[in-house]
């Protein structure tokens, strides 16, 4: 399977800042996705992150607080920006590889963000 | 995405099987059925999948009825590094989570 990480891996922002999570596969993978898992909740989809084209994004979620870059087949960021502590959560990283087991996603560590 | 149901939580013996059970009686005839499981705040794990057949691997096996309304995973010896919680999706395009199922393998 894809081996997906992760930066940081945790981070600990002031309310109104921005931070860029990083993702990083170690082979070229054509769908990303990004997850949202606030505490003791299960994981929400943020958005689809296709690269050539612009991210998707679930109701609820809008480009102007998570913007999405996918700059190659291997590498994408989300950044949460104007950050609330409402955004404290675990921010999930995922791929779709179609190699060994096909159309199944793998998940990196996740980015555990608390907002003061 | 096809809606899953799935108990709260259960509890299981160490060294006995573990069986969890996944309604999703709205299944399409195109969808998959995924198991994931997350331990404590780390990135969700696959597990196993299966369109109609049962399907067995190193981790567990997965049993879904005829009809496909519903699903069994199976942890044949849980472990107390089985505890966790268990996600039954059905996968259209992409992995939707619902609740899932806090297994606790007990001593």
């Known amino acids: 399977s894809a081996v997906i990480s992760q930066k940081p891996s945790r981070d600990i922002c002031q309310r109104g800042t921005s931070l860029t999570i990083q993702c990083q596969v170690d082979s070229q993978v054509t769908m990303m996705f990004w997850y949202r898992q606030q505490p003791g909740q299960s994981l929400t989809l943020i958005a689809t992150a296709n690269q050539g084209s612009e991210a998707t994004y679930e109701s609820g979620f809008v480009i102007d607080k998570f913007p999405i870059s996918r700059p190659n087949l291997t590498f994408s960021t989300l950044t949460v920006s104007n950050m609330s502590p409402e955004d404290s959560s675990i921010y999930l990283c995922s791929v779709e590889d179609l190699g060994r087991v096909r159309e199944t996603q793998y998940f990196g560590p996740g980015t555990r963000l608390l907002v003061l | 995405d096809a809606k899953t149901t799935q108990p709260t939580s259960m509890d299981c013996a160490e060294g006995r099987a573990a069986n969890l059970p996944c309604n999703h009686s709205?299944?399409?005839?195109?969808?998959?059925v995924y198991w994931y499981r997350q331990i404590h705040s780390q990135g969700p794990q696959y597990i196993i999948h299966?369109?109609?057949n049962n399907e067995t691997n190193e981790m567990a096996s997965l049993i879904i009825t005829e009809d496909r309304k519903s699903s069994t995973l199976i942890l044949p010896h849980a472990t107390l590094r089985d505890t966790a919680v268990y996600y039954c999706i059905v996968k259209a395009v992409d992995m939707r989570f619902g609740a899932g199922t806090r297994l606790t393998v007990k001593p």
């Open positions: 299966g369109l109609k």
């Open positions: 709205t299944i399409s005839g195109n969808e998959y």
